[in-house]
């Protein structure tokens, strides 16, 4: 049984004793609810080498990870404020405040930056794009393996062009999805699974 420094007993969310109960079991622990500690600096270099372990056709590594922490945190989240602000000048000081503590509310975020390419002469974008979703649930089972939480977020500003660029996206990278990394602060409920019979047909 692991101890999280909150007093949280991990198993109740994940049962990690072998691969296929933790496969079984996993499920993220909210960003809105995560404390530090974080991952530690060779626990993310772990996380990272274990999430670009992936299928990948054509081996054309179509994506690359930004990471944000410490004060680091603070200054993309001035960047995704200033352009809500931008975006809708009528809110309230809570809204910016909220919107300025984006990347504040784990202890290390990791932007999966997809650099997929549309004209790869043999290798479709869409093979590209679903290897970076891979990395990014890699990258979830290994951090839950660790007795971290995470969880996997986009949010209005993966979407927003100008906050991309701010960020250091080119102009045809995309964000296949920021994984929030820490220790959960609460236990989370789990959601219904949907039952893989309802979604299979046998041809
Ligand atoms: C590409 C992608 C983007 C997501 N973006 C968000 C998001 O912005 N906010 C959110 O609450 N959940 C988001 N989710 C959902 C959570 O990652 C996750 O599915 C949810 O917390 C339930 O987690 P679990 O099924 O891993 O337990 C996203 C999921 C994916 C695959």
Not at 83 to 88: A, D
Request: some cysteine; overall charge negative; charged content about 20%.
């Amino acid at each position: 049984m692991v101890e999280l420094n909150n007093g949280l007993a991990f198993e109740a969310l994940n049962d990690r004793a072998d691969a296929l109960s933790l496969l079984e079991t996993r499920r993220s622990a909210s960003a809105k609810a995560m404390t530090e500690p974080g991952p530690s600096a060779e626990q993310l270099d772990r996380l990272m080498t274990i999430a670009v372990r992936v299928p990948d056709h054509g081996k054309l590594t179509p994506w690359r990870f930004i990471v944000f922490e410490g004060e680091a945190r603070e200054r993309a989240g001035g960047i995704v404020a200033g352009r809500y602000h931008e975006l809708h000048p009528g809110h309230g000081e809570e809204t910016l405040s909220a919107q300025r503590n984006m990347f504040s509310r784990a202890p290390c975020v990791v932007g999966v930056v997809s650099t997929a390419t549309k004209d790869h002469p043999k290798i479709p974008e869409w093979e590209q794009l679903l290897s970076a979703g891979a990395v990014c649930q890699n990258m979830l089972m290994a951090a839950t393996a660790m007795g971290l939480g995470a969880q996997w977020i986009s949010g209005w500003f993966a979407y927003d062009r100008q906050v991309l660029t701010a960020l250091g996206l080119s102009d045809s990278e995309r964000i296949a999805g920021f994984i929030y990394l820490g220790t959960p602060a609460q236990l989370q409920d789990d959601r219904p699974r949907p039952e893989p019979a309802s979604l299979t047909t046998r041809f």
